[in-house]
């Protein structure tokens, strides 16, 4: 007699677990709609065609939806930019770089960044400019330089923060997006990129 009620309590707590997996799935399902319909209006008109009404109505949300998961069309613009991170992140995973030198394992990763980028312009120039001219605060830049890490250093190696390895890759960093913002302004090719990226990388990585 005395057990029924505590069982009762804890089906209750399960239920309650079980809602808010349900409610959590369907907060990500809804946010990730609206990612993927910004990047695709943004693949097709760049930052100006990501209007928060036009995105709202793709994703199938409310107006007001849209703004409790994105104050702002550049809180939007930064999770398209997180969305790209996590895509090149994964293909890193699946097929790191082979080659033994770390100048050169750093480079292909931000080839292979240029190329997943480059495959829609239009969202690529709008996603660097965005990244280069918004206030809204991005982790763009550590998670790049973190890939970068990986690549040069390998993921065994840990860093510590004053490591100078950190700026020199960080730097790096800062010369492909530099580059990336010549070859979308139609002044700089890809195998120009990659030829002064090998220079830097040559220069900047050359005691790793």
């Not at 057990?3 to 808010?20: G, H, N």
């Not at 097709?44 to 009404?53: F, H, K, L, N, P």
């Not at 199938?60 to 550049?74: C, D, E, I, N, Q």
């Not at 790191?96 to 969202?123: D, H, K, W, Y």
């Amino acid at each position: 007699m005395t057990a029924e009620p505590a069982a009762t309590s804890q089906d209750e707590a399960a239920d309650q677990a079980a809602q808010q997996g349900v409610r959590s799935r369907s907060q990500h399902q809804r946010r990730k709609r609206i990612v993927q319909a910004a990047a695709a209006l943004a693949s097709r008109g760049g930052v100006e065609a990501m209007q928060m009404r036009t995105v709202a109505e793709r994703a199938g949300v409310a107006l007001g939806t849209l703004y409790r998961y994105f104050p702002s069309k550049m809180d939007l613009v930064v999770a398209v930019v997180s969305e790209e991170l996590d895509l090149l992140e994964g293909s890193i995973d699946r097929r790191p770089p082979r080659t033994s030198n770390p100048p050169q394992r750093a480079v292909e990763v931000l080839m292979r960044a240029t190329r997943g980028l480059m495959r829609e312009p239009e969202l690529a120039e709008a996603l660097i400019r965005s990244l280069l001219l918004s206030d809204v605060k991005t982790d763009f830049g550590d998670r790049m330089s973190r890939l970068l890490l990986r690549a040069a250093v390998g993921p065994e190696h840990d860093l510590p923060a004053h490591d100078a390895r950190r700026v020199l890759i960080r730097a790096l960093a800062s010369v492909w997006t530099m580059e990336m913002i010549e070859m979308l302004r139609g002044h700089a090719s890809a195998d120009e990129i990659q030829a002064k990226l090998e220079i830097a990388a040559a220069r900047l990585l050359e005691d790793f």
